[in-house]
């Protein structure tokens, strides 16, 4: 099983990006999956969550300092997962992670919540 982030790279404030991952190894239709991102010097943080709901039912979760600007996304058939990043800051600096949460349904906010993560892509915001 494999995740693989792309789409960072550098921007100026309040421009976009779109960040991609794609899965590969197995389908992960019926699973969790989300978006976390790690500043220099501080914690790894929650961005944001697409939590399956049955059948083609999703529902997405954000961190408080991303909501209104970022949208989480799912392409099914291509078994990727999208973050659309709008009126970026420069406190969005980060490299951003995808991971897939394999053993709970309910659960989506905490890194310990999710089985596989992807490299990371770095995403700079300049001012």
């Known amino acids: 099983v494999q995740l693989q982030a792309s789409g960072g790279g550098l921007v100026q404030v309040g421009g976009s990006l779109r960040l991609s991952c794609a899965a590969s190894g197995r389908t992960f239709s019926s699973y969790n999956m989300g978006w976390f991102r790690q500043a220099p010097g501080k914690e790894r943080e929650f961005v944001a969550a697409?939590?399956?709901?049955?059948?083609?039912?999703?529902?997405?979760y954000y961190g408080d300092s991303v909501k209104g600007r970022f949208t989480i996304s799912r392409a099914i058939a291509e078994n990727s997962v999208y973050l659309q990043m709008n009126a970026l800051k420069p406190e969005d600096t980060a490299i951003y992670y995808c991971?897939?949460?394999?053993?709970?349904?309910?659960?989506?906010?905490?890194?310990?919540?999710?089985?596989?993560w992807g490299r990371g892509t770095q995403v700079t915001v300049s001012s």
């Open positions: 991971a897939a949460n394999l053993r709970s349904l309910e659960t989506f906010r905490n890194q310990s919540d999710y089985d596989y």
């Open positions: 697409h939590k399956f709901g049955g059948g083609r039912t999703y529902y997405a």
